[in-house]
């Protein structure tokens, strides 16, 4: 005989712990560059992020510097004047370090973790790649020969082709339309082009370089002023220009002729980090479909099987705050899938949640912010994107209590202002044969089909 659990025993969840503010030191170099540390004994590791803001500067040209700035990011690590890419690899693993570079639309981001004691040796090395990059011909031909077949493969995605087709619907005449060099103009890069592009765009002033770890906070600033006393620049790096995200009332459907699933992606504007809505903005997002326990996951997924996992969130670029919905279904089901995830966002716009919906999204939101700053790695990454959206340390604690404030009224008044189906702009990739018809059905729809299809 099986024994019946009796939940009564369980004891309740306690409150939330409040979410410490980190003991920051703060300082702008003589460069222009901002530099934070934050002390962290107890684990002998430091973390390090230098964000340098890296945005194209018009639509016109977002092309030609996503491609650029995609090889550069690679090709950066082949060489300095004093080192080659071999060099530069065994002098950073000989302190338990191995640099990355990456590019997005908004920043350069160079990331690193470290031992205590190469602290001075590791910040030499990111001097040189900074100050005297050499773009060596032949390595630069082979990292945009090898960035062209990731492209070829991402292209071939459709989770890929589903959120740059939503991108560039709403982001039409801005930068952030572009998610995707082509591979036309990555092939045509050389070493000149980034050396210049280097040159001119890789700044000191407008970057931060922020440290988290086992150091002391005024060797560590001394350190880095001596490391990078020679990286200087004229003028500022360059941040992403405004943006204002469009509204397309009309479904978009992508044909990609005899694909099994459908890839449905909804997106609209979201209250940005210093706006006072985004606490109840965040919660509105979790309870409708940011974790399991969220109505769409509870109806598309658990009751009707139709995607696996269903999802929605606020995300953050420098320029603009998204709120997202994807769910990847079966072809069959396309139409059906849309309707309920419509269906959904107006039930969240009409009528309120109920308060344990609401403290239930408002733990995980929370639990979730502290086991991503838990670490080093995910507190010297969520710093180092505060900060360079020009925020101060302290912003986490601030936000945690304006998480713990929300009210269901402010939730449903959110809802109705970013959730309500009309605020969004949808598209879905899928087979047009079959899914065209369903998808028709709700309303009026476009087709776009790609060359070849």
């Known amino acids: 005989m099986t024994a019946t659990l009796d939940h009564s025993l369980i004891p309740p969840l306690g409150d939330p712990r409040p979410q410490p503010v980190p003991a920051a030191s703060e300082t702008t170099l003589d460069n222009g560059l901002r530099l934070v540390v934050v002390p962290r004994p107890g684990v002998p590791l430091i973390e390090l992020r230098l964000r340098v803001p890296f945005a194209a500067t018009s639509a016109r040209s977002a092309g030609a510097h996503t491609a650029r700035a995609s090889v550069l990011s690679g090709a950066v690590l082949l060489g300095t004047a004093s080192h080659d890419q071999t060099g530069i690899a065994e002098l950073l693993q000989s302190h338990g370090a191995e640099m990355s570079v990456s590019a997005d639309s908004d920043r350069l981001l160079f990331a690193t973790a470290l031992l205590p004691g190469g602290l001075r040796p590791v910040l030499g090395v990111l001097a040189e790649l900074l100050t005297s990059a050499t773009y060596p011909a032949d390595g630069v031909e082979g990292e945009r020969d090898r960035l062209a077949e990731r492209i070829t493969i ?5 989770a890929v082709l589903a959120r740059a087709a939503l991108s560039a619907r709403r982001y039409a005449g801005h930068p952030y339309s572009v998610t995707l060099p082509d591979e036309a103009l990555v092939s045509g890069v050389t070493g000149s082009a980034l050396r210049r592009l280097h040159r001119e765009r890789v700044l000191p002033a407008g970057s931060t370089l922020v440290l988290v770890g086992d150091l002391d906070p005024t060797a560590a600033t001394d350190a880095v002023a001596d490391a990078l006393a020679g990286w200087t620049a004229p003028g500022t790096a360059t941040e992403s220009t405004p943006a204002t995200a469009l509204h397309a009332p009309v479904l978009e459907l992508v044909d990609r002729p005899g694909a099994v699933q459908s890839n449905i992606r909804l997106g609209g504007p979201a209250p940005r980090r210093t706006d006072p809505d985004l606490a109840a903005a965040r919660l509105a997002a979790m309870v409708f479909g940011g974790y399991f326990s969220s109505r769409l996951v509870e109806n598309i997924r658990e009751r009707r099987g139709y995607s696996y996992s269903p999802r929605s969130a606020v ?3 420098a320029a603009d705050a998204s709120f997202l919905v994807e769910a990847d279904v079966a072809t069959e089901v396309t139409g059906p899938a849309l309707m309920e995830t419509l269906y959904e ?3 969240m716009a009409l009528t309120p949640v109920t308060e ?8 995980y939101v929370v639990g979730s912010m502290a086991l991503s700053t838990a670490t080093h790695a995910g507190l010297a990454s969520t710093l180092s994107a505060l900060v360079g959206a020009g925020l101060p340390v302290g912003w986490l604690a ?5 998480l713990e404030a929300v009210t269901v009224e402010q939730v449903q008044e959110v809802s109705r202002r970013y959730l309500a189906p009309g605020a969004l702009t949808a598209v879905v990739v899928g087979d047009a044969g079959p899914v065209e018809a369903q998808l028709a059905a709700l309303g009026p ?3 776009r ?5």
């Open 398 to 402: 601030e936000h945690q209590r304006a």
């Open 315 to 317: 995300e953050h670029q």
């Open 345 to 347: 966002l107006g039930r």
């Open 154 to 158: 991402a292209r071939s995605q459709p």
């Open 356 to 363: 344990a919906e609401l403290d239930a999204a408002r733990r």
């Open 445 to 447: 729809l476009t087709v």
């Open 449 to 453: 089909r790609e060359p070849g299809a």
